[in-house]
């Protein structure tokens, strides 16, 4: 029986398990990267571990995020994170070099290596034929301290393409109609495997805007092959010698197979509030108006992406009601369209260039006007994230982007003229200058941690009983942008949790704070696919913080289950999904006899003191992730237990 790709990389790394769906197993962890939102958790997690050195062949910490400096707060991050990476051996991105997932695709991705990342997107490396998966902090700082990663075997999704692409549509509207196709929950439980004879026809950045966005699918990750496209881009970023051909044996096993035809899609958007609410732009009946278009992010900012913009925009000029935005994804990139007259041509057409960052994709800047329409080549769309709450955003690709910014309204790319070639150069641009590589001698090297930067929040051991009252009910789809909101205004708090603490659900209601304060803690009961998005820890530190013991949903999206187990809080599912509906916001609540059914892997029983009754709830989890609850949480686990493979 033929080996399927990701089986063959987890079988080169596996550490302990059984290789089979489902089982819990440890995997070597080659790379791992951080970025500065998520990196000062991860950082304070690792000062605690009171590590030497680093157990992976190559850890970075980027800074990407956070970069407006309107205050000490984000800067006193970025030096803290500057001293801790040099302390344990850790590559330094500066602030300015670029998005972390597009500069660990030029300069570090391995195929056939494992990157874990805490980011939601380190799927992007998945390009180049890299399992790269996102993860909670501190399964980043256990990966980087202690070398492994534990993971549920994932089934495997093989998405054949076949054909060709139609003039003007991009990798981005495959990604989309895949997303029509599949929904926010479609990749769940699943790597996505692409093969087929229409991976030839993408290039190593196409493949990282799909492999992406299939984070928006909720996949675990997605991987393309290792083949002669990938030598090609290695060879062209000078480094041809992390090539290793990798491909799925022909007759490789799935668990689930699609084929789409590529000559099937036309330029899509995803219209608000949902990555998944997608449309042919074709189809659209209204002319929409635009305010604001914004080009970049870790989906859509590489050379060729912003080289196609700037071949639209040459000679043309920007709609007088739009404002165009663009942030280049790595400082290489930028340098080059500085050398070749295209960033001229952009900024001849009326563009406002930006740092070369995640900028207004976490809401850092750029917010769009008052009910504003923002089109953006970025892969979230969930309502307020762009920082307006009353704003539309649509997600389309960079072709889709430029044209509108041209006629003002979002348009079909395909009715404008010839569709830009973009000859992509023999030798990129590869400079250091913005890498700081540790030093060699790191003895006595001093951890700088300034004012804004406040411990975390460590659990206590989970007792045998829970009691207390529902202090939210949310819907479906619940995302950690709801849970732990991120915009410009507390960016700079993602080292001060008691400071974020007063933000917590802020986009779902005011008070959740207070309601958390005055009742001592208590639950959260959730909908379906509670916690997609953004792999933000915080979405979990924050509830721990406010004294939330259990979260109780339909189901949960993978990475926030993690985080939650890794906080110390029980994540519960409904046995019957329709006992939802017999809990409400201030019932109080009960669990009795916890570590035993725990223990047993029984049913927990819910008592609902206001109404009398009982409900039937399931902890899905490994015989690990029991014992990590009942430590009450990863670190105090990892600490206590001084657990080795
Ligand atoms: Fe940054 Fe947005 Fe990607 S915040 S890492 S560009 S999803």
Known sequence: MGKNLTYKILEKNLLSGNLKTGNEIAVKVNQTLTQDSTGTMVYLQLESMKIKNIKTDLSVAYIDHNTLQTGFENADDHEFIKTAAAKYGIIFSKPGNGICHQLHLERFGKPGSILIGSDSHTPTCGGLGMLSIGCGGLDVAVGIAKGYYYLKVPKVLNIELKGKLNPWVSAKDVILYILKKLTVKGGVGYVIEYSGDGIKELSVTDRATIANMGAELGATTSIFPSDEITKDFLKRQNREKDFVPLYADDDAVYDKKIIINLNDIQPMTAMPHSPDNVIKISDIKDKIKVDQVAIGSCTNSSYTDLMKV?????????????????????????????????????????????????????????????????????????????????????????????????????????????????????????????????????????????????????????????????????????????????????????????????????????????????????????????????????????????????????????????????SGILPLIFKNKNDYNLLKEFDEIKINNLIESLDNKSEITLINKTKNVSIQLIFEGSHRDIEILKHGGYLNYANLTNIDI
């Open 310 to 566: 700037a071949k639209i925009l040459k000679g043309r000029k920007i709609h007088k009601d739009v404002s165009l935005i663009i942030s280049p994804g790595s400082s290489n990139i930028l340098k080059m369209m500085s050398d070749n007259g295209a960033l001229g041509d952009l900024i001849a057409a009326g563009a406002r260039i930006l740092e070369v960052t995640c900028g207004p994709c976490i809401g850092m800047g750029q917010a769009p006007k008052t009910n504003g329409i923002s089109l953006r080549t970025f892969n979230r769309n969930f309502k307020g994230r762009c920082g307006t709450k009353n704003a539309d955003v649509y997600l389309v690709s960079p072709e889709t982007a430029a044209v509108s910014a041209i006629t003002g309204y979002l348009t079909n790319p395909s009715t404008f003229r010839k569709a830009p070639i973009v000859e992509i150069p023999d030798k990129f641009e590869v400079y250091d200058n913005y890498f700081i590589y540790p030093p060699k001698n790191r003895n006595n090297l001093e951890v700088v941690m300034g004012p804004n930067i406040k411990p975390f929040p460590i659990n206590k051991p989970l007792p045998s009983k829970l009691e207390g009252k529902i202090l939210l009910k949310t819907s479906d789809n619940i995302t950690t942008d709801d849970i732990m909101p991120s915009n410009a205004k507390l960016l700079p708090y993602r080292s001060n949790i008691p400071e974020l603490s007063k933000y917590c659900f802020g986009t779902l209601i005011d008070d959740f704070y207070i309601r958390a304060k005055k009742n001592n803690g208590g639950f959260i009961i959730g909908g379906e696919n509670y916690g997609q998005g953004s792999s933000r820890e915080h979405a979990a530190l924050v509830p721990l913080y406010l004294g939330i013991k259990a979260v109780i949903a339909k189901s949960f999206a993978r990475i926030h289950k993690s985080n939650l187990i890794n």
